[in-house]
């Protein structure tokens, strides 16, 4: 199963580069990773549009959002196993932008995730978000990373 990180803004980011790296490489022991920038728009509807171009009609998505479901490690964890067991090919994770996300792309969502109650900058969203992926796929495969 490959990952794919679709998100609005800038590709790069000086302040989290290093700590997406290391996560990033970690998850590639797992499985492929890919990142695919949106540039902001006028509206969350055009940036919406645009990230539904890439999105494809087998993709699983899981929407980051603040109206999502408030999940545990463990439970991540168990929703890649099973999009893995039911043969998805890609689980697409999406982060939208400072003014939320449109109707289409939350409609579209298979699984909508609140990553926190707090309000992160983008550049913590993307790395708080690759950590939690390698500790699912640590948790997966029974590796000590993760402690209950």
């Known amino acids: 199963m490959k990952i794919l990180i679709l998100t609005v803004g800038k590709e790069k980011d000086a302040t989290s580069e290093d700590l997406l790296n290391h ?6 022991r797992y499985a492929p990773l890919e990142w695919l ?11 919406g549009e645009k990230m539904l171009s890439h999105i494809k009609k087998e993709d699983y998505i899981v929407l980051l959002d603040e109206k999502g479901r408030d999940i545990k ?6 929703l890649i196993e099973n999009r893995m067991v039911d043969s998805v090919r890609r689980i697409v994770f999406i982060i939208g932008g400072a003014y939320g ?3 289409n792309v939350e409609e579209r969502a298979n699984y909508v995730w609140k990553l926190s109650n707090l309000v992160f900058p983008h550049m913590l969203v993307r790395v708080i978000l690759l950590e939690q992926i390698y500790r699912a796929f640590t948790i997966i495969k029974g590796e000590k990373y993760h402690h209950e």
């Open 73 to 78: 490690s463990e439970a991540l964890a168990e």
């Open 101 to 103: 996300i449109s109707k």
């Open 23 to 28: 996560y990033a490489l970690k998850i590639l």
């Open 37 to 47: 920038y949106i540039p902001h728009e006028s509206t969350k509807e055009k940036e």
